[in-house]
């Protein structure tokens, strides 16, 4: 009998009115366009917490989509992630309605501040009590680059070599910035703080100059978990280095899995376990009581969206303008200056590219670039089961097509027939055990605080991110010795000897595994 297993169930969201499916909010049952009202925000956060989601996923654009027709109107008329409102602005009422939800929202290292961004974050990590995420991305979209004073987006490789930069800074600030001793709360004498042990940083980079030290006290978690979805060859190194949770999608199971084993390849790579790094999936449900009444409401939703928003929705993220193509045309594969993911999926995924016409057929059938699920609770279970199966993942991005229907009826319906018992396809009796469990609040880490980081001065009197208590690094090894450390852009890594981490990053923040065991 199989072991119970957690699968993370992140309710993946934007603060609008479409996304996704594009169009499917002019289904009669869709109630996008309350996303103005902080009630239904509540709402939502309050129903995911007593649902058991882990998470609630906020992405996020900053610009409007241009590329189709070479003009916005599709976009604007389709609400095709447009409007949009700030996702962090809803955060702290959602915070205050749910007990265990968690909270990751997206936001651009290319567009924001380390110094600004570790403040923010700094500050909802102490509302959440440690229930936030950051997920990173470096944007995409050329309109994007205009509205922040740029006349074009930056390169690719400039973006990431910027990202890493930012991530440097911003682990700076809160994980090394305060000592974990640092606050003293003592009214008799008058002191909040001991100076001594708050630290500048004095960060001088190609991109950022940064003296600090944070504004911020440390939080809970000090640093956000990290959450990243990059599919290019630099997008996958970064995330190997830095997230704690990747969003990996392939046009079928076993392209699926391809990709996830190259993530988990990457972080080994990276001097990391392949376990250190949660893996998710976009997943989209349509689920009725019978076949026939699943059918019927997919069917439904397959009239409510709009291809001329979706092919806008494509071509912002991609760079293609399908309105320039004939249909038995390809496209190319080579490297665009916009999501590298969105046109992988029809073109390097496939042993051969898909021509126009099946990709504009394909954009509308639902789910556009990741599994859909139709059927009974019973099927949908199964065929999640068999979904990790072959791909490894550990859970998913489930996405809404009517909302909010859809997150009711997968945790009303799905969920319990998850619980319920392992493989229903062949039941060891007495099935006595499911094989997935109920989607528990996974904790998104563990270990808290995550890191103690003080900072040391160099005889030059400036501040380098310095040593993590050798306390806490020496609980992470077993006896025999702990390995010499030399300092890499001011992280603390190792080049010999040691012994092993006792655990994974599942025990361990993989940034504390990291710095204390990797280089």
């Not at 993370?8 to 969201?13: C, D, K, P, S, V």
């Not at 993911?341 to 590219?353: H, L, Q, V």
């Not at 099935?431 to 998104?444: K, N």
Request: aromatic share 10%.
């Amino acid at each position: 009998m199989s072991e119970p297993r957690s699968l993370i169930f992140n309710a993946f969201e934007m603060n609008g009115v479409g996304y996704y499916a594009q169009g499917s909010w002019t289904h009669p049952d869709s109630q996008r366009h309350r996303y103005k009202d902080l009630d239904y925000w509540v709402e939502r956060a309050r129903f995911l917490d007593e649902a058991g989601f882990t998470a609630l996923f906020f992405a996020d654009v900053l610009g409007v989509y241009d590329v189709y027709r070479q003009s916005p109107e599709p976009a604007i008329e389709g609400a095709v992630d447009f409007p949009l409102n700030d996702p962090f602005m809803v955060i702290p009422a959602m915070l205050a309605a749910s007990k265990n939800l968690s909270f990751a929202v997206t936001a651009s290292t290319t567009y924001e501040h380390p110094f600004t961004f570790a403040r923010r974050f700094g500050t909802l990590d102490h509302l959440s009590k440690g229930r936030i995420g950051w997920n990173v991305v470096t944007s995409y979209l050329p309109n994007a680059a205009r509205n922040y004073g740029l006349p074009d987006q930056l390169p690719h490789e400039v973006r990431y070599a910027r990202a890493e930069e930012f991530l440097t800074v911003f682990y700076k600030l809160l994980e090394g910035s305060w000592e974990e001793d640092a606050v003293l709360y003592d009214k008799t004498a008058k002191r909040y703080a001991d100076a001594s042990k708050v630290h500048r940083i004095n960060h001088q980079g190609e991109h950022f100059s940064v003296q600090g030290p944070a504004l911020t006290e440390p939080s809970v978690q000090r640093t956000p978990v990290i959450f990243q979805a990059g599919a290019s060859a630099r997008g996958l190194a970064f995330a190997a280095r830095h997230a704690e949770v990747v969003f990996v999608n392939g046009m079928n199971p076993d392209a699926l899995r391809i990709n996830v084993d190259k993530l988990r390849a990457a972080a080994v790579e990276a001097g990391r376990s392949p376990e250190a790094i949660k893996v998710v999936t976009d997943l989209s449900v349509v689920t009725g009581r019978t076949q026939a009444k699943a059918e019927e409401k997919a069917n439904a939703i397959r009239a409510a969206q709009s291809p001329e928003a979706q092919y806008a929705a494509f071509g912002g993220a991609s760079g293609f303008d399908l309105s320039r193509y004939h249909d038995d045309d390809t496209l190319t594969s080579e490297p665009h200056n916009f999501s590298r993911s969105e046109s992988a999926r029809f073109t390097s995924e496939k042993a051969r590219p898909d021509s126009i016409a099946a990709i504009k057929q394909r954009l509308v059938n639902l789910s556009p670039y990741a599994s859909t699920l139709v059927g009974t609770p019973e099927r949908i279970a199964d065929d999640i089961e068999e979904i990790v199966r072959i791909t490894g993942v550990d859970g998913f991005n489930l996405h809404e097509f009517v909302s909010p229907r859809d997150f009711s009826e997968f945790a009303e319906q799905v969920l319990p027939v998850l619980t319920a018992c392992s493989s229903r396809r062949n039941p060891p009796p007495p099935c006595e055990t499911g094989y997935l469990a109920r989607a528990t609040v996974w904790p998104l880490r563990i270990r808290q605080p995550v890191i103690a980081g003080v900072l040391q001065s160099n005889n030059n009197n400036k501040y380098n991110l310095g040593v993590i208590h050798d306390s806490i690094c020496k609980n992470i090894y077993q006896p025999g010795g702990r390995p010499d450390f030399h300092y890499d852009n001011g992280i603390r890594r190792h080049h010999s000897g040691g012994g092993k981490p006792e655990s994974t990053g599942e025990k361990y923040h993989p940034q504390l595994l990291r710095w204390c065991d990797s280089g």
